[in-house]
C-alpha cells in the first residue's frame, strides 16, 4: 500500500512539473526545466524513503535462539536435525540451545540470552514471574506423568504403608524449583513422609542424579526423561506411577512455551509462526511416526526415543484449540497459584502472587492460522 501511493504521489508531482513547465516554456522562459527536475528528485527521494521504511518494518531477526532440553525428544526436532524448521518459522536460523533445568531457561530468558524456552516446565516459570521477571506463558508443549517422577531403589521394599519408615533417613536427589520438585514434595507429603527425615540433595542434571542413582549411592532420584529410563533399569521403581500422581495426588504435569514479554512485543508474528511450525510438525510426526521417531531421537541425543513417543506413550500433545480451552491455557494461572502457595506452605519460597493469569496470554495461539 505504501508503494502504491508513493506512486499516487509519484504522478501527481510530474503532472504539476509538465503543467509549469509547458506555461514557463510561453512565456519563452528557461525555470520551469530546473523547477521540474528539483520536484521530480524530491519525488525519487521521498520514494525511496517510502521503501526503506517498509523494508525495515519487515526486517525482523534473522536467528532466533530456542531453548530446549536434550534428551527430551519432541515432534519440531523433525525439523531441528534437517534445519526446516528454520525455513517454517521464516528465519535463516534457529540456534536450539541445550538447559538442564527450566530455572536455567527463565534466567536466561530474563538476560535476553534465549528469545523462546520450548517445553519449559510451569513450575519454574511460575517461580521466575513470581520473582518478577517480566514473561509470558504462550502455548502448551507437551503433557506428560510417567516422563517426570522419582525413583526409589527397588531393593528398598517401599509400600504406601511403610513409606514414613523405609524413607527416614534416605538422601533424595532432586532439581530444586520445577515441577519435579514440586512432585516430589507433594507425594511425600501424600504418602506422610516427614520431609525433615530426608537428606533433600539439589540435582547436578538428569545424568548425573541417574548415575548416583546406579551406583547405590543415593535412596531416590527425581528426574525427567532418559533419566527415568536409565534408574528403572537398574532395578529402580516408581514411588508412585503417573496415573497415581495425577488422580490421587492432584497434580497434572505438563510442559510450556514461553517467552519474554519485550520479545513478543517486538516480533509478535514470529511467535505466532513458532507456535504454527510446532503443530505442523506435530502433525507430521503423528502421520508417521515410525519414519520420524528415529530422526527425532538423532535430535535429542538418544538411542531411541522409547516410550516417550512410542511404546506406553508417555508423551500427548493438546492441538491449538484444545491448549485454548479451559482444561489448558484457562487454567494455568489457577495451577501456578497452586503450587507457588504450596512451596511457601513448605518454607521454599516466601510468599506467592494473588493471581498468575497476567502471565498467561493466549492472544498468539488465537492467531495462528
Known amino acids: 500500500m505504501k508503494k502504491l501511493l508513493a506512486l499516487f504521489f509519484a504522478f501527481g508531482l510530474i503532472a504539476a512539473a509538465c503543467g509549469s513547465s509547458t506555461d514557463t516554456a510561453t512565456d519563452g522562459g528557461d525555470d520551469g526545466s530546473s523547477e521540474s527536475s528539483g520536484e521530480e528528485e524530491a519525488m525519487e527521494d521521498e520514494e525511496e524513503a517510502m521503501e526503506d521504511d ?63 524456552s520450548y517445553s519449559m516446565g510451569l513450575t519454574p516459570f511460575a517461580n521466575s514471574v513470581n520473582a518478577g521477571s ?83 549411592d543415593i535412596g531416590v532420584g527425581c528426574a525427567f526423561g532418559g533419566s527415568i529410563v536409565d534408574m528403572t533399569d537398574a532395578g529402580g521403581v516408581p514411588i508412585l506411577t503417573g496415573t497415581e500422581t495425577e488422580e490421587e495426588v492432584g497434580i497434572r504435569t505438563y510442559d510450556i512455551n514461553a517467552i519474554p514479554d519485550s520479545f513478543g512485543e517486538a516480533h509478535p508474528e514470529l511467535v505466532v509462526s513458532f507456535l504454527s511450525a510446532v503443530q505442523d510438525f506435530t502433525d507430521t510426526w503423528a502421520a508417521d511416526p515410525d519414519t520420524n521417531n528415529p530422526i527425532i531421537a538423532t535430535a535429542a541425543g538418544m538411542e531411541d526415543v522409547g516410550n516417550f513417543l512410542s511404546g506406553e506413550g508417555w508423551f500427548s500433545f493438546p492441538n491449538i484449540e484444545e491448549q485454548l480451552g479451559d482444561e489448558w491455557m484457562g487454567s494455568a494461572g489457577e495451577v501456578m497459584k497452586t503450587q507457588v502457595d504450596f512451596f511457601v506452605e513448605q518454607g521454599q519460597v516466601d510468599s506467592a502472587l494473588g493471581s498468575f493469569d497476567e502471565f498467561v496470554d493466549s492472544s498468539f495461539l488465537e492467531m495462528v492460522g
Open 54 to 116: 517498509e523494508e525495515a518494518m519487515a526486517d525482523g531477526p534473522e536467528e532466533l535462539n530456542v531453548a530446549y532440553f536434550a534428551g527430551w525428544p519432541l515432534p519440531p526436532q523433525i525439523g531441528q536435525e534437517d534445519g526446516s524448521f528454520a525455513e517454517a518459522v521464516g528465519v535463516e536460523t534457529v540456534n536450539w540451545i541445550p538447559f538442564n533445568s527450566g530455572g536455567e531457561m527463565a534466567e536466561a530468558m530474563n538476560s535476553g540470552d534465549i528469545d523462546i
Open 134 to 216: 517480566q514473561l509470558s506463558m504462550i502455548g502448551i508443549a507437551v503433557a506428560y506423568a510417567d516422563a517426570d517422577n522419582c525413583i526409589v531403589q527397588g531393593d528398598l521394599g517401599l509400600t504406601r504403608d511403610n513409606a514414613a519408615e523405609v524413607l527416614a533417613g534416605q538422601t533424595v536427589v532432586t532439581p530444586i524449583g520445577n515441577v519435579t520438585h514440586f512432585k516430589m514434595l507433594s507425594i511425600m507429603n501424600f504418602l506422610g513422609v516427614d520431609l525433615d527425615t530426608l537428606n533433600i540433595v539439589p540435582a547436578e542434571g538428569g545424568a548425573a542424579t541417574a548415575a548416583a542413582f546406579q551406583n547405590g
